[in-house]
């Protein structure tokens, strides 16, 4: 019912930025999280970042070590979207991002909707 459409993906350079965006659909849209997820190649899908929606702690984010301090994960309510402000990206960040919705366990994962994935090439 619930789609996930991110925009936004393309090559970068090491040290430039980039943001990410994904748009929801769906009148019956009430996360009470979404979230930034990456598979860089080789290897397993990771989290990256993730935003409480809704409740006492709605806006509270949550950050993976490895992008604290340079990746922003912000929302629009009005506009149903997550973003995902990429700044001073590395190669080691090349891999295609997913946007996810909705978990059934914690911020962390667990999710239930997912969008299509984003390449994202980091150049050195």
């Known amino acids: 019912q619930v789609q996930l459409v991110e925009s936004g993906g393309g090559l970068v350079q090491a040290g430039g930025s980039l943001r990410l965006s994904c748009a929801a659909s769906?009148?019956?849209?009430?996360?009470?999280?979404m979230a930034w997820f990456r598979q860089a190649p080789g290897k397993e899908r990771e989290f990256v970042a993730a935003i409480s929606w809704r409740g006492l702690s709605a806006g509270s984010t949550y950050y993976a070590d490895s992008v604290k301090g340079r990746f922003t994960i912000y929302r629009d309510n009005a506009k149903n979207t997550v973003y995902l402000q990429m700044n001073n990206p590395k190669p080691r960040d090349t891999a295609v991002y997913y946007c996810?919705?909705?978990?059934?366990?914690?911020?962390?994962?667990?999710?239930?909707?997912w969008g299509q994935g984003t390449q994202v090439p980091v150049s050195s």
């Open positions: 769906g009148r019956t849209f009430s996360p009470n999280a």
């Open positions: 996810a919705a909705d978990t059934t366990e914690s911020v962390y994962r667990g999710y239930h909707y």
